[in-house]
């Protein structure tokens, strides 16, 4: 069973550290260059994919936006 490791930035506008635990070793997940962006909340938000070099699982994270954006 593989676990997510999330180590959230000081800053909200920052993006995480996000590593993958498995049984054999920690992997540094690899963040996707563009974020999906959702507006149908005001303030947008963006969903950022984060993979796993190793098994391909994707852990999703939405940075929250601001009420200027």
């Known amino acids: ?3 997510w490791i ?3 930035a000081s ?3 920052e993006f995480p550290r996000v590593q993958h635990r498995h ?6 997940a690899v ?6 962006v959702v507006r149908a909340h005001s303030p947008r938000r963006e969903r950022w994919s984060f993979m796993c ?3 391909g ?3 999703i994270w939405e940075r929250p936006g601001t ?3």
């Open 53 to 55: 070099p190793g098994c």
């Open 67 to 69: 009420p200027e954006d």
């Open 23 to 28: 049984p054999n070793g920690t992997m540094a």
């Open 57 to 59: 699982d994707v852990y």
């Open 31 to 36: 963040r996707d260059r563009t974020p999906d």
């Open 6 to 8: 999330i180590d959230m």
């Open 1 to 3: 069973m593989a676990d």
């Open 11 to 13: 800053h909200a506008r």
